[in-house]
């Protein structure tokens, strides 16, 4: 960023610094800026004599900062005029060009059909892995439902065709499900697959598996799921269903069955911070688009980001950073 506006020069004077603005310094530090760039560079328009294209690094803060708040494109766009701390951390200024939506479209544009999100959540994960934050010595495997809307009141007069909608308990939800696997260990998801909400969860154990885990931790949605794997050397902890359980006979095995069944249970548990990150921090409780391309690129981009933001205490201190403090 070159010269500071006013406006800038403003902002950088004020003694209180906001969540937001905390928020964006932190994940300042912690995120593997080239390791991305290197991904993304290979097919990121190249200067010539045309239009100049804006520099790589700061169209993926955009890019960043658009899923972590839910912005659309013209909501991004007028984000950076508006909030200082979002336009600093994007490495603008008000007496610079400012991207416009169409600019940050078409950047969304070019990570969904070059598949860039895939590859961004393996270069997080290498980072973290270098890092020793993932072991890959075991493997848990849940799945999650994004809602999408059901309203039919729509130019084509039809909900999207890609969702479907399934039963939960005793209730009904449309939209996608998100099947993430986690290591064990750390709790950072390393592989994330989506379908439509009505598939069954079982039926994508085998593409979140690495290859790598000797264990792997399921709720009983996933009841059957070593006959639909190959590999034999898997030691499945997959949680008894509840019909199960009170079959058990007598009650003294019973006591030690439903010892095991916690157990399982306080391993699975660390698979909630990565829905937690994904729900309650970014607040990422509904699809943004229509179609599951675009959404399976937002979502496996999310989950990157939370993998970040669950352990930037660590990297933090790794670095030698001071995580920043409320004044």
């Known amino acids: 960023m070159g010269q500071m506006s006013f406006s800038d020069a403003e902002h950088a004077g004020k003694r209180k610094k906001t969540r937001r603005k905390l928020f964006l310094e932190e994940m300042e530090e912690v995120i593997p800026w080239m390791a991305l760039i290197r991904e993304i560079e290979p097919v990121y328009p190249k200067v010539g004599r045309g239009r100049q294209p804006y520099p790589l690094q700061t169209m993926l803060r955009i890019h960043l900062m658009q899923n972590w708040f839910g912005l659309s494109d013209p909501g991004m766009e007028e984000t950076l005029y508006e909030v200082a701390s979002m336009r600093k951390f994007s490495g603008l200024s008000l007496l610079e060009a400012i991207p416009d939506e169409t600019t940050i479209l078409n950047f969304r544009r070019l990570m969904e059909r070059e598949e ?111 006959q639909r794997v190959g590999r034999r050397k898997i030691e499945w902890k997959i949680a008894r269903r509840r019909s199960q359980l009170k079959t058990i006979d007598p009650e003294q095995t019973r006591e030690l069955v439903m010892l095991e069944e916690k157990r399982k249970a306080q391993v699975r548990a660390r698979f909630e911070h990565p829905f937690w990150a994904l729900k309650c921090i970014f607040g990422y409780r509904k699809v943004c688009f229509k179609g599951l391309m675009k959404n399976t690129s937002q979502i496996v981009t999310l989950f990157a980001l939370a ?3 669950m352990v930037r205490k660590r990297l933090l201190a790794m670095t030698g950073a001071v995580r920043p403090q409320m004044a």
């Open 116 to 226: 860039l999100a895939p590859l961004i959540l393996d270069a997080v994960n290498a980072h973290l892995a270098r890092k020793g934050m993932m072991v890959k010595r075991g493997t848990m495997v849940d799945a999650t439902i994004i809602a999408a809307p059901s309203s039919t009141k729509n130019s084509s007069g039809e909900r999207d065709p890609e969702m479907h909608q399934t039963k939960k308990g005793n209730n009904w939800h449309f939209g996608m499900k998100a099947h993430i696997a986690a290591d064990t260990d750390s709790g950072l998801v390393h592989t994330v697959v989506t379908t439509p909400a009505n598939e069954s969860d079982v039926e994508q154990v085998d593409q979140l598996l690495h290859g790598k885990e000797k264990t792997v931790h399921a709720d009983a949605g996933y009841t059957g799921a070593e």
């Open 307 to 309: 993998n970040l933001y």
